[in-house]
């Protein structure tokens, strides 16, 4: 007998059809993956469970009895509680605020406190309750917003790409946590991209495809690849390609790079790596370590304390960056494609259309006063053929597009111009997996043409089969630098948390 | 050497429409709405009040005295009426047609200003009189009852008993409405709201509710601004545009206090003697500088707008959705 059953449930967005005729079952003591690429409608159907959208067409049963969720709160009074991926916490209050928002009665922050220390207790959390939530790591707000389902007294939980920003450790603990509570008798559905985790954790998957439901199957009796295909709705390989550097050069060179930010804590202290043409040079670290930093410091966005970058071009002739404006630095070929958490802030205006968001790069050629409409619009269709980017035209306004469009269309702008560096972040942050294969060919494609690219990626395991050699960052500080075909995986999350591994650093 | 005992009971006079004014504002801004209609409601609560006052005292015979009950309930209730109906145009634009909420305002200032101008001016035509302004004074006695003791206990009663029961309801509601932020639930989803609507909506509070509540709520107080100003500061004269900008200081005071009304209550007496120093200030044969010296509140919110700005603690903060409106199936 399925905890909830959800029937026919269609959703429309104006055009879109976000769902179509979904038929979906959740059991309880029973973890669910749901796969599907970006744009499929996976969280669109998991916001209808618990109250944000409400469906069109279609019926939603507890247990026996026929429902209708229109709210929020009629979703926790089934014992509903969604984890978004976008954290709904409120920066200014404190994790017990946050926990009880909503909740009726009167207000008793510290019995409300003791109730979260028990409940941390029995799962092993680490959450202070009176901590505001700006003062909080990533991975402690989601455990915050964990608690806050737990304390309304959820048993069916809803987690959409909890991992994305986790560190292995995180991830590890937060597993165990969902484990935990899959013995105790919950329901857990996570969405995620990550195959690896599907298989190590889930008991069952489902697939949703232009937000049709495929299948479902066990995940005990199917394999990354097959569930791939069926996602993608064809066969698509699997392997990362990493041809060996071609005649690498060293093009950037960066000594003992010092960053602070504007209120006086120091972001990159006394970094020092090379980056070579024909490679790609990837970035681990705990997210907010200093890579934001180190790439606009390249990039001439921020300001350097001390040390120097390099940049060595063709002829082997030496320009130092630091102290050039961002105009001139990009004027050597070096190009930043940063995708921010919100994938739009920085690099793209999200109620521009396409062809004007190319014209960003280029308003500045030529000598008229009047812009060059004619090559962004070209260069968007190439962009839009050549990269597949789902969209209804070019004139849409790129806010309109889903995660994943949005960052092809990023990436492919700045691969246009044609750089000599390429300055990449969170690339693939949040695309599903056949995006994510598309933007790593790109990428490849870069290196190939003999472009040193500087890769920041959040999974290891696409680092380690993507880069041929990882920085790794911790704190601001270089705690190693890793061959990417000979690393190990755990060696190099250990180096994320601490400068050269811990008890390994003597030998490092 | 000013003298405190007649300086603080006008400093009291001339903050409390400002008192008003901000905690209405404060309210209204904790739920994210940024109503620059402020002083256009702090108009229509006042010309409401005196459209009823005048409508009471002249039914009532010259020689006979007016009602209490009624000289204050009349009044208080059509002032009350007429911001609430100002908070509702401005929810409905803002809240329920996601309209642009400065444009909004703005046009809300125009219109109260207009609405106050124009019922002003017709009520001074209906009593024929030579000067530009109605006089309410029986009205205003009323409203101007002080205390039993303040005249017979010195510097005590004049500095702190001397005021009609307005303005102790002024700091009334601003400790009320401190208390209400800070340490009930209702307060906490008031400000989750216009921290963070999709954060409140998830939790299950009810933003449009909520948003509608506060806005009115707010524009009513403000009202009480404009009431207090005509009936008690301006012993019950009504002339056009004699309100002047008090209204954009309300607003400024609420980033002065850093959205706090408790702290509102000395803020807003201070900008009040800010605002009269110069009566007190020896200026000498140079009639100018009196002219330099009314600059103070001015010169005062923006230095405070700059240390506030400086200061760059996450709580003092303005509520982060501020401005927004908020619509839940946007993508």
């Known amino acids: ?508 | 050497m000013l003298n405190f005992t007649a300086f603080i009971p006008r400093a009291v006079a001339q903050g409390m429409p400002l008192l008003y004014g901000s905690t209405g504002e404060t309210i209204t801004q904790k739920a994210g709405n940024l109503n620059l209609g402020i002083p256009g409601v702090m108009y229509v609560g006042a010309i409401s009040g005196v459209i009823g006052s005048f409508l009471y005292e002249r039914s009532v015979v010259a020689s006979a005295a007016l009602n209490p009950a009624l000289a204050v309930g009349i009044p208080l209730l059509s002032c009350l009426f007429g911001s609430l109906v100002m908070g509702l145009i401005y929810c409905f634009l803002t809240v329920t047609l996601r309209a642009n909420q400065n444009v909004t305002g703005l046009a809300m200032t125009t219109f109260g200003v207009g609405f106050g101008n124009f019922f002003g001016g017709s009520l001074i035509k209906l009593t024929g009189a030579d000067v530009p302004s109605i006089t309410l004074s029986r009205t205003s006695n009323v409203f101007r009852t002080v205390l039993p003791f303040a005249n017979s206990t010195g510097w005590f009663g004049k500095v702190f008993l001397s005021y009609g029961f307005l303005a102790y309801l002024g700091i009334l509601i601003a400790l009320i409405a401190a208390h209400v932020l800070k340490r009930t639930r209702t307060g906490l989803h008031l400000r989750a709201v216009g921290e963070s609507p999709a954060t409140a909506d998830a939790a299950g509070i009810n933003i449009t509710g909520y948003k509608y509540a506060a806005t009115c709520l707010g524009c009513m107080i403000a009202g009480l601004g404009g009431l207090y100003y005509v009936m008690d500061y301006m012993n019950g004269v009504w002339s056009n545009d004699a309100f002047g900008d008090r209204g954009w200081l309300a607003i400024a005071l609420v980033i002065f206090t850093i959205w706090r009304p408790d702290v509102g209550i000395f803020a807003s007496i201070l900008f009040g003697g800010l605002y009269i120093l110069y009566l007190f200030l020896p200026t000498g044969e140079n009639l100018s500088v009196k002219e330099l010296y009314k600059m103070l509140p001015y010169i005062v919110t923006i230095i405070v707008l700059i240390f506030t700005s400086i200061r760059n603690k996450r709580e003092n903060q303005p509520p982060a959705s501020l401005g927004l409106a908020y619509f839940r199936e946007e993508r």
């Open chain 1, 1 to 508: 007998m399925p905890a909830v059953r959800m029937r026919g449930i269609t959703k429309t967005f104006g055009a879109v059809c976000a769902n179509s005729k979904v038929d979906l079952d959740i059991y309880k003591g029973e973890i669910l993956a749901l796969l599907g690429e970006n744009g499929s409608g996976k969280t669109t159907l998991m916001n209808m469970l618990s109250g944000i959208y409400f469906p069109d067409e279609g019926q939603i049963f507890i247990g026996e009895q026929e429902v209708s969720i229109s709210s929020p709160r009629e979703a926790f009074g089934y014992g509903i509680g969604m984890i978004h991926q976008h954290f709904k916490l409120v920066d200014v209050l404190s994790a017990t605020e946050n926990i009880i928002l909503g909740l009726p009665g009167k207000l008793d922050i510290p019995a409300a406190a003791k109730k979260i220390r028990e409940i941390c207790s029995t799962y092993g959390f680490d959450v202070d309750p009176d901590q505001k939530i700006y003062e909080m790591s990533v991975s402690q707000k989601q455990t915050v917003e964990i608690v806050k389902v737990l304390y309304r007294g959820a048993d069916i939980l809803i987690l959409d790409e909890p991992t994305a920003v986790l560190t292995p450790q995180e991830t590890e603990k937060l597993f165990a946590v969902l484990r935990k509570m899959r013995e105790d008798g919950k329901a857990i559905i996570i969405i995620t991209h990550k195959m690896h985790e599907v298989e190590e954790l889930s008991d069952r998957v489902a697939v949703l495809r232009h937000g049709e439901y495929i299948g479902d199957m066990m995940t005990k009796d199917t394999n990354a690849q097959e569930m791939t295909n069926m996602m993608v709705g064809r066969a698509v390989t699997l392997n990362i390609e990493r041809p060996d550097p071609v005649d690498p050069k060293p093009r950037i060179v960066i000594e003992g790079l010092t960053v602070r930010s504007a209120d006086g804590i120091k972001r990159l202290d006394d970094v020092s790596f090379t980056a070579n043409s024909g490679e790609i040079l990837g970035i681990a670290g705990i997210s907010g370590s200093g890579q934001k930093e180190l790439l606009e410091a390249v990039a001439g966005l921020q300001v350097c304390e001390s040390g120097s970058i390099s940049y060595l071009d063709e002829s082997g002739e030496k320009h130092e960056l630091v102290g050039m404006g961002p105009l001139e630095i990009a004027g050597l070929g070096v190009q930043l494609s940063f995708v921010p958490e919100d994938r739009l802030g920085m690099g793209l205006v999200g109620n521009m259309d396409l062809s004007d968001n190319m014209m960003l790069r280029s308003f500045r050629v030529g000598r008229s006063p009047f812009t060059d409409r004619k090559s962004p619009r070209k260069l968007a269709e190439q962009v839009v053929d050549d990269l597949e980017v789902l969209t209804p035209g070019i004139t849409t306004p790129v806010r309109r597009l889903s995660g994943g469009n949005v960052q092809k269309v990023l990436v492919g702008r700045e691969i246009a111009s044609a750089p000599t560096v390429l300055l990449t972040a969170y690339a693939v942050r949040g695309l599903d997996i056949n995006s994510s294969y598309t933007i790593y060919d790109l990428i490849n494609r870069q290196k190939k043409a003999g472009v040193a690219v500087i890769y920041v990626g959040e999974d290891l395991d696409v680092l380690l089969e993507l880069c041929d050699r990882i920085v790794v960052l911790c704190g601001g500080r270089v705690s190693g630098i890793v061959d990417g075909r000979t690393a190990d995986k755990n060696r190099v999350g250990l180096m994320m948390t601490r400068v050269g591994g811990g008890e390994e650093r003597a030998d490092s």
